[in-house]
Every structure is written in structure tokens, then in C-alpha cells.
């Protein structure tokens, strides 16, 4: 028999969000809600781990396959929203008889409760011999939790939902978290024979306390932190939450050796790699699977996604980063764009109001202003002037550019795909290159340049007359 088992609790649909996306699969950081407490259950228990959902049980176990991959993971249904007791009691179906002999049941938005606080509770209930062990908190504005209910001896007797409260009973401000541990065969007694609340008209968790301390001293363990284990219940509670785990993974980050002068306005996702002695400056986001290599820099309002830095890149201010790649010692920026499909080789440069799509920008080679650059493959040391445009799509289909190594594009240059410029060939500006250029050709395809002397002087006396 396996110590303990989990029950999270992610059936509610959040409705005070005002959103199609439950609430417990709302990404903070990148990383669905419901993935915090499982990840921290599958830390500390050794049993199963069952996730209770509501009608979203296919979209929740897709939302968090990226993140869990435990065998222990099980998923149950609760059909209609009957209160917690009866998500527990949907959740509880799904573990074994004998299988376990305690459950920790954890709500599925508390994604900033640390794991040591969850180790304390599993361990306060395991020193004191109890039924019974749960985690309380202080909020100086209660209004909506249950509240604990001690007697004089400051034995917990009850927890009291904030509709079922009793005059003057507003004011306790020790809450219910909604975090237990309790013995297998108590919390199945429990659940078997509880009733509909009077008020609520729901099956209520809380009861449980009330049965327990009536026959045994209820475990308490105090958060010191409230906003740590507080619930998420409107877009305000989210942003609040969301900055406390900005705060934690940022400090991470910077006890490793990332800089970050300005920590409050950075967003980096869970699962990011970020090595010793890269910069991320103001406003920058880093999201999705992302990897930023050692003595980067990543300045102001930058944004990357589901990209890849080596070491030593500088991107600048004002970029956005998108499925590329980029290799050691690129430069890139101010406003470039690089999208889906880029590979920045070995010290190549994009500069600013630079756009790339499925190019690989070989090693050396330059884009230094005001360049679109899709499907395209180009070579080493190759110089692209300002103005230059691939065209690559002819309304129907898309088609690819070649300049080989050593290529000089002059500005303003139009390369009409399908199109291949040979090695150490030269496009002079103004050119639409339409044709293949053999290697170390010069291409041009400007009109012959014409003078009318005195056009200024004739045309001031057209004016006078007329």
C-alpha cells in the first residue's frame, strides 16, 4: 500500500474569468494552472495522483501533457458542479480500495503554494497521529472564505462556509485554504454519508472538520504568506498571482546568473532555459520553448518565441523572435522580425526593419536595413543592401532564392523567385534580377540614366506665362 494519494480539484469553470477557457487551464508563464498543484502532488506523494474535471477533461489532459508525463496520473469527472465533497467523492472513485492510506486533496488554483509548505502540512499530519490535517491562513479582508472555528481551548471544531457564518463570526480572519490531508477510510466514511449544506445547497468539503474534531484533535498548519496559497477567482486575483510567480522565477533565474535590471517587467515561460550571463533588459518576454544561450543580451521590449539563441547574440531593441535559430555571435536589430523557419549562422547580422521567413542567413552574411527575406538560402560573407526584397510568392505558390557564397545584392534590389545568384556575383542597386546570374557577373536591369540641361529654368518660365 502506497503512503498517499492526491485529489486536485480543477472541475470549476472559473465563470467570474468571463472567458470560454476554464479557469484552471488560463496559462501563467506558460504553463496551465492545473499543472502546479500536479506537479507538486507527483513531488510529494508516492500513490496516484487523480486530476477531477469537469466538461473539459479532454482539453485539461492536453494541457498538460507537456508538462506531466507521470503513470500516476489519473483523471476522473465530475458531471454537474455539486460542490467540493462531491468533486473529492469523483476523485476518490478513481483510487483503489486499499490502495492508499491517506489522500492529499489540493484545489486546482493555487499555483503559487511552495511545495515546502505542502511538505510541512504532509508532515504535521503524520506527527501528529492524526485523522485530520489542513492549512489555514490570515486575510485581512475574509469576505468570502470559509472560516476556521475554535473553542476556548483553540481546538479547531469547524470550518464554517462565509454564507453559513453566524453573527459576528465575519471577523475571524483565519481561513480555510482548501488543502487537507486525511486517512483513506475516514474521508470514504465521509464521503458517504454527507449532506446537502443548508444554504449553499452543495456537498461541502468543510463538513468534514466537524465529524473529525469530535472524535480527534484536527492538525493545523498557518501559511505565513496569504497570497501564496490564495485561490484565483477574477482576472485581478490572476494578475496578482501572476506577478508573485514572475517575482519567484525571476529571482531563480537571477540567483543563476541571468542579469536583470528591471525584473517586474520580464516574462520569462516555465521551461526556458536561460544561460549564466545574459542580460534580459526591460519588457522582454520570452515565451514558449525557448533556449537562450550564455552572455546574450536581450534588450529593451524584445520578444522571443519557440526560439533558440547560442552564445553571445545581441539582439536589440524591439525585435521579434519567432521559431528561429540563431547560432553564436549573431546580431540582430533594432525592430528586425525573424520568423518561423530562420537560422541565423555564426555571426550574421539582420539589422533594423529586417523581416526573415524560412532563410538561412549563412555565416558572416549581413541584412543591415530594411530587407524581406523568405524562402530563401544564403550562403557565407553574402552583403545585402537596403531596400531588397525576395519575391517569393507568385499568388499561388511559394519559391525559393539562392545567393551563394560571397554575393554583393546592391540596394533596392528585387529577386524574383525561383532565382540563384552564383558565388562572388554583384547586383547593382535598382536591379530586378529575374534570371539565374553566373558566378563573379555583375547583373544590372537600370534604363540608361538621362540629362535634360536647363529643364529647371524652362519650366519656371512655363509657370510665369501661365
Known sequence: MKRFGAVVMAAGRGVRM????????????????????????????????????????DETRLALSPWVSSDRIRFAVQEQPRGTADAVSCG?????????????????????????????????????????????????????YGRLIHDQHGNLTEIREHKELDPGQERIDLVNVGVYTVRYDTLSRFLGGVSLSSRQR?????????????????????APVAAEVSGINNRAEFASLLALLRAKRNRELMESGVGMPHPDSVDVDFGVTVGADTTLEASVAIRGRCAIGAGCLVDRGSVLVDTTLADNVEVLPYCMLEGSVVHNGVHIGPFAHTRAGTVLM????????????????????????????????IGA??????GTITCNYDGY??????????????????????VRVGKDAVVGAGTTVTKDVPA?????????????????????????KG
Open 397 to 418: 505558390k511559394k519559391y525559393q532564392t539562392i545567393l551563394e557564397d560571397g554575393v554583393f545584392i546592391g540596394s533596392d534590389t528585387q529577386l524574383v523567385a525561383p
Open 346 to 377: 555564426e555571426n550574421s547580422k539582420v539589422g533594423n526593419f529586417v523581416e526573415t521567413k524560412k532563410t538561412i542567413l549563412g555565416p558572416g552574411s549581413k541584412a543591415n536595413h530594411l530587407t524581406y527575406l523568405g524562402d530563401s538560402t
Open 92 to 144: 476518490l472513485a478513481a483510487v483503489g480500495q486499499g490502495e492508499v492510506e491517506s489522500i492529499l486533496i489540493l484545489n486546482g488554483d493555487i499555483p503559487a503554494m511552495p511545495h515546502s509548505l505542502t511538505r510541512e502540512l504532509l508532515d504535521a499530519y503524520a506527527g501528529a497521529g492524526t485523522e485530520l490535517a489542513l492549512v489555514s491562513c490570515r486575510q485581512p479582508d475574509p469576505t468570502g
Open 440 to 464: 563573379g557577373a555583375l547583373a544590372t536591369s537600370r534604363v540608361d540614366q538621362q540629362h535634360r540641361e536647363g529643364y529647371s529654368a524652362a519650366k519656371r518660365e512655363r509657370m510665369k
Open 18 to 57: 468571463r472567458s470560454p477557457i476554464p479557469k484552471v487551464l488560463m496559462k501563467m508563464l506558460g504553463k496551465p494552472m492545473v499543472a502546479f498543484p500536479v506537479e507538486m502532488a507527483l513531488e510529494l506523494v508516492d500513490g496516484p495522483v487523480v486530476v477531477v474535471c469537469g466538461e473539459f477533461l
Open 202 to 222: 452543495e456537498y461541502l468539503l468543510t463538513d468534514l472538520v466537524a465529524e473529525v474534531a469530535q472524535r480527534c484533535k484536527v492538525a493545523e498548519v498557518e
Open 381 to 386: 560573407k553574402v552583403n545585402i543592401g537596403a
